[in-house]
């Protein structure tokens, strides 16, 4: 059964596996924790990206963010990060979403799928009219993935498409 699991720590061996083996920069998606050990995980990463949630003691540009795991079954396949409000410098960068998924689970309709169940919970979250994304438009994949959960391009830079979801 396909489900997202809130970042959590029952989880956390299948979590650090996942966030330590993306890489630093791909498609977009930022990772800062590539390699890091589980022992920093533990202590550091998780942590930290628990109190994203609902932070204290952040900078007033901060974002409170969720993340969000995408499993079949026993099998993690991806994750979802939802930004819960954006400030002037997100509605034309990241956006709300962003998500991945490993390498060996993508073209198998994962990211489609996960896509509609973090829209879902976006909805319930996003304060804003429309749920905000960017894709680089070398991204083919991921753009079909937005556009088939009722994305529409609201925008373009250089190189990125500015994809808006109606709530």
Known sequence: MLELRKLN????K?????????????NGVSNSH??????DYMDKVLPEHLMYENPV????WFVPE?????????VLVGEFRIRHHLTDALRTGAGHICYSIKKEY??????????ALILDLAREIVPEEEIYLRVLK???PSFKVITKNGAYVAGEDETHYLLRVRK
């Open 106 to 115: 993508r073209g198998k309709g994962y990211g489609t799928r996960g896509m």
């Open 66 to 74: 969720t993340f969000y795991y995408l499993w079949d079954d026993e």
């Open 138 to 140: 070398s991204n083919i």
């Open 14 to 26: 299948a979590q650090w596996e996942y966030v330590t083996a993306m890489p630093a920069d791909e």
């Open 9 to 12: 720590i029952k989880d956390a």
């Open 34 to 39: 590539e390699g890091v050990s589980f022992e």
């Open 57 to 60: 003691n952040m900078p007033d």
